[in-house]
């Protein structure tokens, strides 16, 4: 007789990072939903910053934290002030490809063919998760409950990213 063990759910640190030239707190409708869902989910959001669209700004909100995800939204489309992806991508020791493709899957079904221009991201820097995902809270929710959920979700089968963040310091 076999014996199936469920995992237990391992709440993770996650520090929110909106990427915006012209949000501040009270308007930043996207970074707020990502917190509440991290929240709802079990997880600790350590922090929730807000950073202007610079490869500077953006790589010193992921470097000076603990977290074991950053969940980073904006800066992410084909303007010349979206610069998400140039900070990011070059700090991965593993780069996600699937993300992208998954999330344009599922974003085509809300906004058609206008997800070519989303330059979303997700990879792995550090025993670090680092999801990036545009800034308007529909795509924020999209990336959210399509996908960012279950792969935080310890016991989501048959794999998820809490095996591969570093394990939380006492």
């Not at 939204?73 to 303007?79: D, M």
């Not at 610069?83 to 344009?104: H, N, V, Y």
């Not at 058609?112 to 545009?134: E, K, W, Y």
Request: net charge positive.
């Amino acid at each position: 007789m076999s014996h199936c063990h469920q995992p237990e759910f391992k709440p993770l640190r996650v520090k929110v990072v909106t990427v915006s030239d012209t949000r501040n707190s009270q308007g930043d409708t996207s970074g707020q939903l990502i917190e509440e869902k991290l929240r709802s989910a079990g997880h600790e959001v350590t922090q929730r910053q807000i950073v202007r669209d610079t490869i500077q700004e953006i790589r010193d909100a992921i470097s000076s934290s603990d977290a074991q995800v950053f969940v980073i939204n904006g800066g992410t489309g084909v303007t010349k002030r979206d610069l998400t992806p140039e900070a990011i991508e070059p700090m991965f020791d593993k780069k996600l490809p699937g993300f992208g493709e998954l999330f344009r899957q599922l974003s085509y079904d809300e906004i058609g063919t206008s997800t070519v221009q989303s330059r979303c991201l997700a990879g792995l820097s550090n025993n670090t998760a680092i999801f990036c995902v545009p800034g308007s809270t529909g795509a924020c929710k999209t990336g959210w409950n399509g996908i960012i959920k279950q792969q935080l979700d310890s016991t989501f089968q048959p794999c998820n990213f809490v095996q591969h963040v570093r394990k939380k310091s006492l």
